[in-house]
């Protein structure tokens, strides 16, 4: 009896780690390179919205009460190819430190817990290239202090996944791995907080300055946007 009672106390870290078990992750003992790959953010689509119902909306015509006017913004990402640049990111921990630690397994077994089951991803895509700074211009006169060819940003904000943001903050859109990209579009409302003095139609360009130098511009149909 009480050799039976040793050994049912010197298995029992066994058996509680058998029991809260859910799930097996294969270790990691090094970054295997070859499972990496790597995205670019290479074009955008804008176009005219009415965000004055519960769901936004394209605009089907060529008027939209000011105070629910939004543009919305979608960004091809496209996969490509790891090239010097990123390989030389890679060795910096402080850019991919999520990237480069692989999962420290405690205990006996080599698994993840009820209460924290997270495996390492089979894929990861690192971005080539980040957003820096996203700007709104007038291609017509919106108020006295905002002629045609004028700043305008700072009349809009950015909205997504219910945050809203001002535009300078356009940096948080980007710059993050992901695990797949099905998801091939970032998306992001552009929201009018301000409405125009000056009567008529009104167009917008749109001009997104990528990390690798890059410029993406497209100028939004012309809209009236009604008091």
């Known amino acids: 009896m009480r050799i039976r009672k040793i050994l049912i106390i010197a298995l029992l870290p066994l ?4 029991i809260i078990s859910c799930c097996d992750c294969e270790e990691i003992p090094y970054i ?3 499972d990496l790959s790597s995205y670019s953010h290479a074009a955008m689509l804008i176009s005219n ?25 979608v960004v091809d990402r496209q996969e490509k190819a790891l090239d010097d640049q990123d390989m030389y990111s890679l060795a ?8 480069l630690t ?28 980040s957003l820096l700074s996203v700007h709104v211009y007038c291609l017509d006169d919106f108020d006295s202090s905002h002629p045609a060819g004028s700043d ?10 219910e945050y809203m943001m001002v535009l300078a903050d356009a940096h948080y859109l980007s710059n993050y791995e992901l695990n797949s990209l099905d998801d091939e579009v970032l998306e992001f409302n552009l929201l009018l907080m301000e409405a125009p003095s000056s ?10 300055n990528l990390s690798d130098g890059r410029v993406l511009e497209e ?9």
């Open 32 to 34: 295997n390179y070859n």
């Open 152 to 161: 305008i940003s700072s009349y809009f904000r950015i909205y997504r996944n």
């Open 49 to 73: 919205l009415d965000n004055s119902g519960p769901t936004p909306l394209l605009v089907e015509n060529d008027t939209v009460p000011c105070c629910a006017y939004a543009i919305r913004v």
């Open 199 to 208: 009567e008529g139609p009104q167009q917008f360009r749109v001009e997104i």
């Open 15 to 18: 058996i509680l780690e058998c």
């Open 219 to 227: 100028r939004t149909d012309a809209i009236v946007l009604s008091i």
């Open 102 to 129: 692989p999962i420290q397994h405690q205990g006996l077994m080599q698994s993840a817990y009820a209460f924290s089951c997270h495996c390492p991803e089979e894929r990861i895509f690192i971005p080539a290239d």
């Open 92 to 99: 910096h921990p402080s850019k991919t430190k999520n990237l």
